[in-house]
């Protein structure tokens, strides 16, 4: 009787807080990034990160303004839009921004609602609530603007069986390289200007109905030069997590420094994607070509004494720089990426959860210390 008890108690207090949230959000649905020549990335995407087709819109659907490539990974879908002629929109943000993440859009069961609740709350609107059709049913999309010029777009979906958006056919192509393991975006980073944390905190706790879950400050995140501010945001169901960084005081330029530099703005600073098997998944990832941040070997010479003991061989972990960290509820193994456009702007994280929902802390310092090795190399610390 009394487990039933607790089981009724743990279903209501779940339905109350679900009711309480004005923003209902199922997961991520697309990123779209602003690239010179969409073509082009796409096929990197695919050559090395083991995504496959999935649409494109452009002149053959009739679209003389831009050329779309959406490709898909597990539950992953990223589009590369360039302008199809000068003097556009699009090609202003590529001039100033470079390549670079435009949209993290969200899957919501209706966009106007969303639209209509973070406007009220305060949200500059970028896309009024549009329903846009073709044979395959329809979808509606809204969207507001974040830090920089970066958007979330509201896409509503559940009336739409076509395979991604109208306006988009499906992108025939023999080549489909296998797929590296890549599941689902695990979490988004923004990096914004000093003294901008809080306002974004503020943005995402009134606007969006997110939570604060964790901060760390420049005494958990410094190295002997730099230091940095990070807080992170999560929606209500946890499914969408933004960690939020600014730069802190440090001896050098700090790498949330050179990306602002470097972007002229404030943008997403790295996605990171979860695997459920991170050696296959970086074994893959390096054979195709990507390239990791390295930390010195003597990381790995008392792992167990400071993490515990762990399912996976040591030596593989240390053979490809794979690193772990452990918090109340498990465990976490994660690699970070160099910057994957020409400016050292975004970069990407690979992660395995065993239980852990925190973020790695514990490697901050080693990280940190290997990226300014990166800049160093670059000139920019
Ligand atoms: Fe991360």
Not at 322 to 341: A, M, N, W
């Amino acid at each position: 009787m009394s487990s039933l008890t607790i089981v009724r108690k743990k279903s209501t207090e779940s339905v109350t807080s679900s009711m309480n949230d004005f923003m209902p959000i199922n997961g991520t649905d697309y990123v779209e990034f602003y690239v010179s020549n969409s073509k082009q990335a796409a096929h990197f995407y695919k050559s090395a990160l083991g995504f496959h087709s999935l649409a494109y819109s452009g002149l053959e659907t009739g679209n003389k303004k831009t050329e779309s490539y959406a490709v898909a990974q597990g539950k992953i879908k990223f589009v590369f839009t360039s302008p199809l002629h000068s003097g556009t929109e699009i090609g202003i943000h590529i001039d100033q921004h470079g390549d670079g993440v435009k949209v993290t859009a969200l899957w919501v069961d209706d966009a106007t609602l969303s639209f209509n609740e973070a406007i009220s709350r305060g949200a500059t609107p970028y896309l009024s609530p549009t329903k846009e059709e073709d044979e395959f049913g329809y979808v509606v999309r809204s969207g507001i603007y974040a830090y920089g010029e970066v958007v979330h777009i509201f896409v509503e979906r559940s009336k739409y069986h076509g395979v991604f958006l109208p306006g988009f056919k499906p992108w025939k192509t023999l080549y489909n390289p296998e797929s590296t393991g890549l599941e689902y975006v695990d979490h988004m980073v923004g990096n914004v200007e000093l003294g901008h944390m809080n306002k974004w905190v503020k943005f995402y706790q009134e606007v969006m109905g997110f939570k604060q879950i964790l901060s760390f400050d420049d005494k958990d995140i410094s190295t002997e030069y730099t230091a940095l501010m990070s807080k992170v945001m999560s929606n209500n169901n946890g499914k969408i997590k933004f960690p939020i960084n600014e730069p802190a005081a440090g001896l050098k330029r700090s790498q949330v420094e050179e990306y602002l530099d470097f972007y002229e703005g404030e943008g997403v600073q790295h996605i990171a994607m979860a695997t459920h098997d991170i050696i296959k998944t970086v074994s893959q990832l390096k054979a195709r070509g990507i390239e990791f941040l390295q930390v010195p070997d003597s990381y790995y010479d008392n792992l167990v004494e400071r993490i515990g003991s762990i399912e996976e061989d040591i030596e593989l972990l240390r053979d490809l720089n794979i690193l772990v960290d452990r918090d109340e509820e498990g465990y976490l193994l994660q690699i970070f990426s160099k910057t994957v456009q020409a400016r050292p702007t975004l970069f990407f994280e690979i992660i395995q959860r065993k239980g852990a929902t925190s973020f790695g802390k514990g490697n901050f310092k080693a990280l940190f210390e290997a990226i300014e090795r990166e800049q160093a190399l670059r000139g920019t610390l």
